[in-house]
């Protein structure tokens, strides 16, 4: 079954970090451009990190540049999420997302709570 499964969110205080992880499984992760997405309550989901196949580059969005760190575990097919320096801002649903062949991928998201 092609699917991507997150995993990793949960509450932590600012300045805090956390590690998400996408596991995919029914294709090889690697051949695909990965992201990662947000969507806080009430504004529109965004892209929030982004490596090329193979890893070969990898692009941020501003708000997030410096704090977060994609990257990919190739033997175990796994997506990782590496943020940290959490702000408020950071709360939201973090979604992991593949474009195949056969169209875009996502996973069930994870929620990422950013509080004191």
């Known amino acids: 079954q092609v699917q991507?499964?997150?995993?990793?969110?949960?509450?932590?205080?600012?300045?805090?970090?956390l590690r998400l992880s996408c596991v995919a499984s029914g294709f090889t992760f690697s051949d695909y451009r990965g992201n990662w997405y947000r969507q806080a309550p009430g504004k529109e989901r965004e892209l929030v990190a982004s490596v090329s196949s193979f890893g070969g580059s990898t692009n941020y969005a501003d708000s997030v540049k410096g704090r977060f760190t994609i990257s990919r575990d190739y033997d175990k097919n796994i997506l990782?999420?590496?943020?940290?320096?959490?702000?408020?801002?950071?709360?939201?649903?973090?979604?992991?997302?593949?474009?195949?062949?056969?169209?875009?991928?996502?996973g069930q998201g994870t929620q990422v709570t950013i509080s004191s």
């Open 4 to 17: 991507l499964v997150e995993s990793g969110g949960g509450l932590v205080q600012p300045g805090g970090s």
């Open 80 to 106: 990782y999420l590496q943020m940290n320096s959490l702000k408020p801002d950071d709360t939201a649903v973090y979604y992991c997302n593949a474009f195949l062949s056969t169209g875009n991928l996502w």
